[in-house]
């Protein structure tokens, strides 16, 4: 069984950055397709990012394409989301997910792990 879990989350202003991490524990984490999405209170869990298992192939929403960049270190065990210029409409609990399928699904269905969650704010 694979555990996530998430950190880097929390409070900054509108304009800012913070950079996410995903933790995954056991020896075959190079073996996992790894996506994030994120939930608002109120809105259906979306779908942020997604990364392929070498790292080699990275996927968007449109709404973070050129503030957010994804990226791994199989060697770390660790997934990154790097997120710059954030907007109040990134607040939300921000969750990293795992498959053992090849190809990166853009929907909380095509994942079979999930973490708990870390809460970014974005004040204006």
């Known amino acids: 069984q694979v555990q996530l879990v998430e950190s880097g989350g929390g409070l900054v202003q509108a304009g800012g950055s913070l950079r996410l991490f995903c933790a995954v524990s056991g020896r075959t984490f190079s073996t996992y397709t790894m996506g994030w999405f994120r939930q608002a209170p109120g809105k259906e869990r979306e779908f942020v990012a997604a990364?392929?298992?070498?790292?080699?192939?990275?996927y968007y929403a449109d709404s973070v394409k050129g503030r957010f960049t994804i990226s791994r270190d199989n060697a770390k065990n660790t997934m990154y989301l790097q997120m710059n210029s954030l907007k109040p409409e990134d607040t939300a609990v921000y969750c990293c997910?795992?498959?053992?399928?090849?190809?990166?699904?853009?929907?909380?269905?095509?994942?079979?792990?999930w973490g708990q969650g870390t809460q970014v704010t974005v004040s204006s």
């Open positions: 997910a795992a498959t053992r399928f090849g190809v990166a699904a853009l929907t909380p269905q095509g994942y079979d792990y």
């Open positions: 990364i392929s298992r070498s790292g080699g192939s990275t």
